[in-house]
């Protein structure tokens, strides 16, 4: 029986990347979220209906989570790995952050991977195999200024990556994290815009001053890149590598 793979943020730069090559791969694919209804139109060009299951809502609530969860398992029987990929970013000074924003983000960013794994780590347990990779970021390691909830929120979601590969530790079950750099995301995308109008420079320069100021490489990473890491996490190689926070961020964090 073919593997199944649950991407929640399934519609953004870094999600839409690790569907394709999964599907690429034979693996039937589920993306949740809420999206557009452009975007849901070239998944559905891209992906059969039979191997690939497009559910447009909203993540927060464990009414919304146990949705999602009921959806997969009645279209695929069982739900492999969990990739928790959604997220939001905002950008503030502490004294100036929004509290209203600062709770949307925990329940975004933090409170649905929680959700989730909750629901489908029985659904693991059962089928006696499984794989949960959670989409931190660098500041999931490291903090910086003005991304005070962004930063909260994936260090939150490092140590929950912990507890999990720690509570399945003696099953064929593994939990990690990755923590990307800077990927063109439409929430990086914002950020370029942001820093061009305020030193009102060029696009391209603006996002070249971004990768100077924290990527050494000054390279964005690909999302291709972190398909492919993911990949590797479900691979019978990486059977032992759990519990871990893999960096992929251009020697940022090595500063």
Known sequence: MKKTILVTGGSGVIGSSILELFYKRGFNVIAAGIANKTIIGQQQKKFKSKRCLLINTDLTGSKNVKKVVSKSIKKFKKI?????????QFVMPIEQYPEKIWRKMMEI???TPFLFTKEILPIMRKNKWGRIINIASTH?????INKSAYTASKHGLVGL??????ETAAEPITCNSLCPGFV?????QDQIVTVAKKKNIPIQEAGIEMLREKQPS????KKEDVAAMIYFLCSKEADQITGSNISLDGAWTAQ
């Not at 492999?80 to 939001?88: E, K, M, R, S, T």
């Not at 999931?140 to 910086?144: H, P």
């Not at 063109?184 to 990086?188: F, G, S, Y």
């Open 80 to 88: 492999d790995i969990l990739v928790n990929c959604a997220g939001i």
């Open 218 to 221: 000054l390279k964005f990473v």
């Open 161 to 166: 990556t912990k507890v999990t590969a720690l």
């Open 140 to 144: 999931g390691l490291i903090g910086s």
């Open 109 to 111: 960013n933090l409170t």
């Open 184 to 188: 063109l995301t439409e929430l990086i």
